[in-house]
């Protein structure tokens, strides 16, 4: 999967915890994003980066952060985890802006 | 809110049949892309088409894109088993692609 792994790749964990989700690249690519997957919403866009320490909000941020402190690993936190919360996130890779991505596994996240 | 509404839901198709399927997404974009999804895995770019293209093949797929009614079509020619799977389209724009809600491919052999 074009050097992208995702670590969790199961996660239970209960309601008022926090996670962290990790997103390692061997790609030395500059664009890294972070989507959730729902039936029947498709995939939505968490959050992203588009270089080291430069993030910005996608269309479902709430109740996440996200940091990138070297350019092959992007994180995602939820500060406090909610049932709503309970999803497939999936990190994906980008050589350039707006171009062709590149998707990891999958993290399979339940919060109880 | 959502970029992209792909259309229909869901197809199923006879193996060697064309299959057809639509896009429209809401804002302006530099391209327009189109995933595949095999069930429990990661997305898979297909293929990217932008703003200035009106058709692209590649293979047994055939992408258009009309920039006016901002709609977009993948026809996959000649169908087979292995092509039942879930296919995204992804507006490319802003630095980030964001994508619709997905066309669920059943090919019967």
């Known amino acids: 999967d074009a050097g992208i792994t995702q670590s969790p790749r199961h996660k239970v964990t209960e309601t008022g915890t926090p996670v962290t989700l990790r997103c390692h690249q061997t790609?030395?690519?500059?664009?890294m994003y972070w989507y959730r997957q729902d039936p029947g919403h498709g995939l939505r866009l968490i959050h992203y980066?588009?270089?080291?320490?430069?993030?910005d909000k996608g269309e479902v941020s709430d109740g996440y952060s996200v940091s990138r402190s070297k350019t092959e690993d992007f994180l995602l936190t939820l500060e406090s985890a909610t049932s709503s919360q309970t999803s497939v996130y999936f990190c994906a890779i980008s050589e350039a802006r707006d171009e062709k991505l590149f998707f990891g596994s999958g993290t399979q996240l339940s919060v109880l | 809110s959502q970029q992209g509404e792909e259309d229909p839901q869901a197809l199923s198709i006879q193996e060697g049949e064309n299959a057809t399927m639509n896009c429209s997404y809401k804002?302006?974009?530099?391209?327009l892309q189109w995933y595949r999804q095999n069930s429990g895995r990661g997305l898979v770019h297909l293929i990217l088409i932008r703003s200035n293209e009106r058709e692209k093949h590649s293979g047994r797929l055939r992408v258009t894109l009309d920039t006016s009614k901002k709609s977009s079509s993948l026809l996959i020619t000649a169908s087979r088993a292995a092509d039942t799977a879930s296919y995204f389209c992804?507006?490319?724009?802003?630095?980030?692609?964001?994508f619709g809600t997905g066309t669920k491919l059943q090919v019967i052999p």
């Open positions: 804002t302006s974009i530099n391209n």
């Open positions: 980066s588009y270089g080291v320490k430069d993030t």
């Open positions: 790609e030395n690519h500059r664009y």
């Open positions: 992804g507006g490319g724009g802003y630095q980030k692609v964001t």
